[in-house]
């Protein structure tokens, strides 16, 4: 019997169907939700000036996010959706976060008007570069005990403790099998 049966498992990113006779049989085919539409507009990426910000699905969450087109070269990524407005004095997109918007580039407070966005450009605050850290960044940017994050940066960490193993004279293979050494 050469014939396998297509079956669903289940792995790490969620549901797939795949071959019964695997490892002879590779096939798997995934399912899952189809894949976010585009922006109907460009938006400049504000790191690198030279992609453009694509709309992107988080393999774990499903949640929708943007990023640069030339990943992995420019790794810009942000949740606050682009509205194609440009900030009048940096020249950045502006994104929309909560009730407002906010400067992709420097990270200003943008008010953002009712209507089309697409190419206007919008007065904004000062810049806040704080503000473009993500939630997870901003806790990594001050230590627990108050560092700041280039102090947290530049600190160095001990490195792991290594077991010490000893090789047993005889056994299998020319060196013989490891055993841990009990104790310290």
Do not use: M
């Not at 943008?110 to 450009?121: C, F, I």
Request: some cysteine.
């Amino acid at each position: 019997d050469h014939g396998g049966v297509l079956g669903v498992r289940r792995g790490r990113f969620g549901p797939f169907i795949s071959c019964s006779r695997y490892p002879d049989c590779r096939y798997i085919h995934r399912t899952g939700p189809p894949p976010p539409a585009q922006l109907p507009f460009q938006a400049i990426c504000p790191t690198c000036g030279e992609g453009h910000l694509a709309t992107r699905r988080a393999r774990r969450t499903g949640s929708l996010f943007w990023g640069c087109s030339r990943y992995p070269n420019c790794r810009f990524t942000t949740s606050s959706e682009p509205v194609g407005a440009l900030h009048d004095a940096d020249g950045g997109p502006v994104g929309r976060r909560n009730e407002g918007g906010i400067c992709l580039r420097c990270g200003a407070a943008v008010e953002l008007p009712a209507g089309d966005l697409v190419a206007r450009r919008l007065a904004g605050g000062p810049p806040d570069p704080e503000a473009l850290k993500s939630g997870r960044g901003r806790a990594r940017a001050a230590g627990s005990d108050g560092q700041s994050s280039e102090a947290v940066a530049t600190a160095k960490r001990p490195a792991p403790a290594r077991r010490r193993t000893t090789r047993a004279a005889g056994g299998s293979g020319a060196r013989g099998p490891v055993r841990r050494k009990s104790g310290g």
